[in-house]
């Protein structure tokens, strides 16, 4: 088949890397960029660390206004599409390059597969969640990462041609992280000491776009003892007063490659978040995590006891990290082997 992917979003490359590699042998595919993401640090490193190819296609698309940059996308795609004449649309997450990819497929009539089908956070403030939805409800395949997933997908109604294949971000952390460990200098560079440290990320509108409960989570991060190692997302850096003065115990970086942040968060103490996929990658390592959210799409860890949902808006954020703690007991809940999975079902489809 002619298979075109599309990404333009960090956490999509990072899914791209280990199917895109699983699929070369069977499949024709046409990688295609959206441009969503563009400083090197976001994109063209991570293209660098998982050894992703040069995109096919780049369309460049880099806009603040999530209209004009969905509206955009899918000018730019549909004339791709129309051009490239594939057989199959691939998309991933939950990601405005989610939403512009399905869209188009659905208008040039090209059959859609959806990876990362049934996520709900039932927050419809998240853009992401409009996202999720639509690419669910427009998909012909759709790869589900859990069977919280796949329920979500049976109560609305989609029952035909769910693939229950486990979470992709399982083979990329564990194809990278023997490298990361052993190649990755930022412990040294960032002079930490191994499991004593935190690492933080924020980049949730919800979080960074009201200026007033990004100091506050800050501020309330700065009353621990501990260094937090804190790389900081392009659109929250866009947010931050230039004049905000940084509690002295958190450490700033640019965004980090992929294997000097898995090696971050493999001898991180705690991890402190409120991204999708660090949530998982905590969970997959073993490391206690907070979620500054009040609800996340990957119940099952907090089910667990291994996150902690905790409101960004509480007063005190403190002492629910200091006393926070993981238990002993894990199940394995993202599985394993997932490109192979997804390729052989890829491979039974009959157009
Ligand atoms: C997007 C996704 C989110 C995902 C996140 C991963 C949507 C609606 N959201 O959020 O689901 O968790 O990516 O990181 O698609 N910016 C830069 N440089 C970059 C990238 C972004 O300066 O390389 C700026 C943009 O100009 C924009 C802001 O950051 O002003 C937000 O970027 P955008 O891609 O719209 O959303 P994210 O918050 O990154
Ligand atoms: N990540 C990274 N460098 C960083 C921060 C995160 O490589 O500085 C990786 C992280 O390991 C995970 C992914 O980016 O695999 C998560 O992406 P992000 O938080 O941007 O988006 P989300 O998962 O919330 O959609």
């Given amino acids: 088949m002619k298979i075109f992917s599309i990404v333009g979003a960090r956490p999509q490359f990072i899914k791209l890397a280990p ?3 699983a699929l070369a042998p069977f499949h024709e595919e046409i990688l295609v960029h959206t441009g969503q993401h563009y400083d090197y640090a976001m994109s063209g490193r991570m293209f660098r660390d998982l050894g992703i190819r040069n995109p096919d296609v780049h369309l460049e698309v880099q806009k603040d206004n999530s209209t004009v940059q969905v509206a955009e996308m899918i000018l730019k795609l549909e004339k791709e599409m129309i051009r490239v004449a594939p057989d199959l649309v691939l998309v991933f997450g939950d990601t405005n390059s989610t939403l512009a990819g399905a869209l188009a497929a659905e208008k040039c009539g090209v059959p859609l597969l959806h990876i990362e089908a049934g996520l709900r956070s039932f927050n419809r403030a998240m853009p ?3 996202n999720r939805v639509t690419a669910d409800h427009i998909a012909s395949y759709l790869f589900a990462p859990s069977p919280t997933a796949v329920s979500n997908l049976h109560k609305e109604g989609l029952t035909e041609n769910i693939t229950l294949t486990g979470d992709i971000m399982v083979d990329t952390l564990h194809d990278n992280l023997e490298a990361a460990l052993q ?10 000491k191994k499991n004593a440290y935190y690492l933080l990320t924020l980049h949730r509108n919800y979080n960074v776009d009201d200026a007033a409960t990004l100091v506050h989570i800050l501020s309330e991060l700065g009353k621990l003892e ?8 392009p659109r929250t850096r866009k947010m931050l007063h230039p004049n905000f003065e940084m509690p002295r115990n958190i450490l700033l970086t640019e965004p980090l490659g992929y294997l000097d942040f898995i090696t971050l968060e493999y001898y991180a103490a705690k991890i402190i978040t409120d991204s999708g996929g660090i949530q998982k990658e905590a969970y997959l390592l073993k490391k206690p995590c907070i ?9 099952e860890t907090v089910e667990e006891k291994w996150n902690l949902l905790l409101n960004p808006g509480a007063k005190d954020l403190v002492n629910p990290i200091r006393e926070f703690s993981a238990p002993v007991r894990q199940y394995p809940i993202f599985g394993n082997k997932v490109a192979a999975k997804m390729v052989e079902a890829i491979n039974r489809i009959r157009l």
């Fill in 19 to 21: 199917l895109s590699a």
């Fill in 128 to 130: 992401e969640e409009l």
């Fill in 183 to 192: 190649f990755s200098t930022m412990i040294t560079q960032l002079g930490l």
């Fill in 226 to 233: 501990e260094t937090i190692v804190f790389p900081m997302h």
């Fill in 291 to 299: 979620t500054l959210r009040t609800e996340t799409e990957w119940v």
